[in-house]
């Protein structure tokens, strides 16, 4: 089981970013997926998930009306859409799956994790 995540750089604060997390090895039908995100010095928190019909989704209070996931079938993708990027949205990111929606909102629980792509935002 991999998740390869991907898209991470340098933007000015006020710009966009999209990330793409493929997932591969087997097949992750049934499986929501979500982004995590761990700043230097804190702890990995949640950021958005979104269930296996894509028809639910939730994102962190932070992120709210900035951030957009969507995920893409056939491709075996999630992707993460940032928008308004602000200094504090400076981390690393990582993409997870679970079977489990619920799962997938806290990084104790959830069961796949994918490696991370730095996003920094500067001034």
């Known amino acids: 089981v991999q998740l390869q995540a991907s898209g991470g750089g340098l933007v000015q604060t006020g710009g966009s970013l999209r990330l793409s997390c493929t997932a591969s090895g087997r097949t992750f039908d049934g499986y929501s997926m979500a982004w995590f995100r761990q700043a230097p010095g804190q702890e990995r928190e949640f950021v958005a998930t979104i269930s296996w019909s894509g028809n639910i989704k939730s994102y962190a209070d932070s992120v709210k009306g900035r951030f957009t996931i969507s995920r893409e079938y056939a491709e075996n993708t999630v992707y993460l859409r940032m928008d308004s990027l602000k200094l504090e949205d400076t981390a690393v990111y990582y993409c997870?799956?679970?079977?489990?929606?619920?799962?997938?909102?806290?990084?104790?629980?959830?069961?796949?994790w994918g490696q991370g792509t730095l996003v920094t935002v500067s001034s």
């Open positions: 997870a799956a679970d079977l489990s929606y619920r799962a997938t909102k806290a990084p104790d629980s959830v069961r796949f």
